[in-house]
C-alpha cells in the first residue's frame, strides 16, 4: 500500500526567506506525486506533479519540487516566500490505483 | 471554463438524519472521486467513479455512506443515519480520464453532525 509523511506538521518562514516543505512517500514503484496548496475555505489547488523524466519539476507560483528515489522524497521547495503563501500543502502519491493518499499537511505561516 | 462545484458548501446535520451531498464535476470529465477530509488531516479517499461506473468503494467507510453518478456527470454522495465521527469535509475531484491525470478539486461540502 501506498503512503506520504510530512514530517512537518506547523512550519513559520519571514517573508522573502527560502522555503522547503519536506514530502516522503512509500509505495513499490515509481510513483506519480503531487503537490496541492489549499486556503482556508477552499478547495485543493495542484502546484505541480511529478510523473516522470527531469526530476526537478517547475509548478506555479514559483515553488519548484525535487523527486530523489534514493530518498524516497518529493520535497517542495520556493526561493522567496511572500505573505500570500501562507496557507495549508500538502504532498501526495498516485499508486497502483486511481485514488491520491495524501499526507497530514504542513501548515505554513508567514511572518512579515 | 467552470470548475468542480459541489453543494451545499456548508451542511448542519442532526445525529440520525440521511444527508446528500452533489458534486457538479468539470464537463466532459470521465473520471469522479470523492475524498473525506477530517480536521487537521490530509483527505482520504471514498470511492471513484469512471462515467457511471462506480470502479472503486474501497474508502467508504461503512454501509451508511453510499455515492452513484448515474448518468456519468452530476454524483451524489449520501450519508444515512449520520454519526458525529461523519463530521468533515466532503471534497469532489474530477479528471480527465483516470490514468496519469490530475485531478481537479473542488471547493468541499462542510458537515457537522450535531
Known amino acids: 500500500a501506498q503512503s506520504v509523511t510530512q514530517p512537518d506538521i506547523h512550519i513559520t518562514v519571514s517573508e522573502g526567506a527560502s522555503l522547503e516543505l519536506r514530502c516522503n512517500y512509500s509505495?513499490?514503484?515509481?510513483?506519480?506525486l503531487f503537490w496541492y496548496v489549499q486556503s482556508p475555505g477552499q478547495g485543493l489547488q495542484l502546484l505541480l506533479k511529478y510523473f516522470s523524466g527531469d526530476t526537478l519539476v517547475q509548478g506555479i507560483k514559483g515553488f519548484e519540487a525535487e523527486f530523489k528515489r534514493s530518498q524516497s522524497s518529493f520535497n517542495l521547495r520556493k526561493p522567496s516566500v511572500h505573505w500570500s503563501d501562507a496557507a495549508e500543502y500538502f504532498c501526495?502519491?498516485?499508486?497502483?490505483?486511481?485514488?491520491?493518499?495524501f499526507g497530514t499537511g504542513t501548515q505554513l505561516k508567514v511572518e512579515l | 471554463g467552470a470548475g468542480v462545484s459541489q453543494s451545499p458548501r456548508y451542511k448542519v446535520a442532526k445525529r440520525g438524519q440521511d444527508v446528500a451531498l452533489r458534486c457538479d464535476p468539470i464537463?466532459?470529465?470521465?473520471?469522479l472521486f470523492w475524498y473525506q477530509q477530517a480536521l487537521g488531516q490530509g483527505p482520504e479517499f471514498l470511492t471513484y467513479f469512471q462515467n457511471e461506473a462506480q470502479l472503486d468503494k474501497s474508502g467508504l467507510p461503512s454501509d451508511r455512506f453510499f455515492a452513484e453518478r448515474p448518468e456519468g456527470s452530476v454524483s451524489t454522495l449520501k450519508i444515512q443515519r449520520t454519526q458525529q465521527e461523519d463530521s468533515a469535509v466532503y471534497l469532489c475531484a474530477s479528471s480527465p480520464e483516470g490514468g496519469l491525470r490530475e485531478q481537479y478539486f473542488g471547493p468541499g461540502t462542510r458537515l457537522t453532525v450535531t
Open positions: 509505495y513499490g514503484a515509481t510513483p506519480y
Open positions: 464537463s466532459g470529465h470521465v473520471s
Open positions: 501526495a502519491v498516485k499508486g497502483g490505483g486511481n485514488k491520491l493518499t
